[in-house]
Every structure is written in C-alpha cells, then in structure tokens.
C-alpha cells in the first residue's frame, strides 16, 4: 500500500494545540492569546480530543485554571516545552503507510531561521516517544517543510507555493523536481500546484498556502479575495485567482472556487504595520469548522462562505485578533491528527 497524507475533512482522532507561554512574546497581549485557546478547545472537545501542550509548570497551572481538564475526557494535557505555539509548522505530518500511521518529522528552522526553533523542532519525537500519537511510527526527515506550506485534496492533488518551498534559506539547492518527488513517495500525491502570486502583508512564513488558499470536500477550493482596487492586496490576490481557476485536478478537472473576502485592515498596536488578517486560515474538525473572525462585517460573509463549502459541520467563529498580533491564526495554531483507515 503506498503512502497517503489524508485531507483535513478526513476522519480524525485529536487534534494538537500550544497553550502560550508566560515567558514567550504575547507581552500584554498573553490573556487574551490564552482566552482564544480556550475556545478553541472548549469548541474542539465537543467534538473530539484535544491534547494541549503545556510548556512549563505555569502553563499547565493555567489550563487547569481556565478549563477543568479534570472535568473532561476529551481535553488533556501534556507537559512538553516549546518554542512557540505555531503547531502547524512543526507538528507531525501523520501520514496511512502499509494500513498504519506514520508521524512524518520533517525539520523545523523558524521559517528560515527567523525565530529560535530549537525545542519545536524536537516535538514530535517527544510526541511520539510518549505515546501521545498512538501507535504511530516516528519516521525522522531531513528536508526543513512547514505543515502550513501545503495542501492536499486526498484525490492525487498537492497545492503550495514556490515562494516558500523554495525559499534558499529553508532548503539551499532543493528544486521543484526534488520536492515532487519527495511528495510522490511521502504524501501519496501525483499533482503538485506552485502558486506564483499571493500574499498577506505582515506575513512571516513567506507565503504559506494555508494563509491564501484551501482545499475543501467536493473538488473545490475555497480562496481568500480582495474586492478593493485600491488595497495593497488586490493585485497579487487577483493574479492567483487566475491562476487557481487554471488548475486542474489530477482527473484533469477544474476546481469549484469559493471566494472569501478580505476583513478591513488590522494594525499592530506598537508600530502600525498592518497584519496578516484573513479567512483562509480556517481549521477543520470532524463536525465543525473553526473560523477566524475578526469582529468585522466582513466575518458574516466569510461565515456564508464556509458554510456552503462545509454543509455537513458547524461553522463556529472564533476571535483570532489576538492571534494575529503575533502574525499567525486558528490554522496555523493547530495541527489534526488523522484516524487510523479502520475508523475512517
């Protein structure tokens, strides 16, 4: 049986968080980062397990605090220490090899040596080692891949960008060939899409897809957009629209696309730059959606939008403006872990 990485509407058993450190780079902003978490877990337990990773005594102190993990036997908490709370990017990327699971640990480098990555880096292993995912087998990589930087639609299809794969300060010398074929034998995936255009301002992670654009149910993709000519967002967001409705899947047939919009500019209370803010950074659970909102009229459509790509689960809005102060959101503070075939 080859490898297969499974989409993210597909089955799963937990799903992973980071609850944020006392002493990381929350500032004043460190309350109300916690407070998203817990209603991301409280939204996520209804539905299946969370494992929350508790860098330090004071953390897990807090999560006992504010959720009653005692009370649950869907929330639990492992004492794990971390770098950040960006699970995405260095959690493990369980993949179904010969009818099992297998926790592909690809290197984590701060998204090209930006930010300390040294702990992050060594969380799957940890993971693993302690049976937080199951029977899974550790399979150490050497390549430095980002869970945020791609996309698959569990049909043969990969969607990424090239600015960030093949960013020189990730991976010097790997090329889309070495990529492709990395992807056929890890992923299960016969059909890679390199977006050229698309971005975020703000955006740390030079270009993750999982910020731009997402493979849903049905053979769609659901898209973030700018409708303002005269918004610094319009033209790169437009040009990869073109290039998504160009795409074709790996039977040769186009996507349904879904447009969402984009919320009125966020500003970084320090210095004003303006923030990655926007709707693709959605995370899928087995019956519901968590959606970023960003208390803006723009939240209700994005909702709609949502809705109709995901009829068979619950849309629930989350506030992430905390989240975005520190450039990342719902997607990419996350990280699923897939069900095993039998229970698929």
Partial sequence: MSAYLPPEWAAQTA????????????????????????HM????AAYQSVLLLASDTEARRDIEHRLDPAG???IRIIDCPTDDIWIRDYG?????????????????????????????????RQLTAGGWLGDAIHQPETLVLEGGSLEVDGRGALLTTRRCLLDENR????????????????????????????????????????TLARFVPGNGIVYQGCGDPDDDHYQPLQAMA????????????????????????????????????????????????????FEDPADAVARAVLAAAFPDRRIIPIDCRALIRQNGGIHCAAMQLPAAPDHE
């Fill in 15 to 38: 799903t992973l968080l980071v609850w944020p450190r006392a002493d990381g780079d929350w500032g004043n902003g460190l309350a109300a980062a916690r407070d998203v978490h817990a």
């Fill in 41 to 44: 877990a409280t939204a996520l």
């Fill in 72 to 74: 649950t036997d869907t």
């Fill in 92 to 124: 493990p990327l369980t993949v179904i090899r010969d009818g099992r699971q297998t926790a592909l640990d690809f290197r984590f480098d701060g998204w090209g040596r930006k930010f300390p990555s040294r702990r992050d880096d060594d969380i799957t």
């Fill in 171 to 210: 991976n010097p010398g790997t090329d889309r060939a070495a990529f492709e074929a990395l992807f056929a034998d890890r992923f299960g995936v016969d059909c890679v899409h390199w977006l050229n255009h698309g971005e975020l301002s703000g955006d740390d992670t030079d270009g993750h897809i999982d």
């Fill in 242 to 293: 073109a290039e998504l409705a160009a795409l074709r899947n790996a039977s040769g047939q186009p996507y349904a696309l879904h447009e969402l919009p984009l919320p009125a500019p966020i500003r970084d209370p320090d210095d004003g730059h303006r923030l990655p803010a926007g709707y693709a950074n959605f995370l899928i659970a087995n019956g519901c959606v968590l959606m970023p909102a």
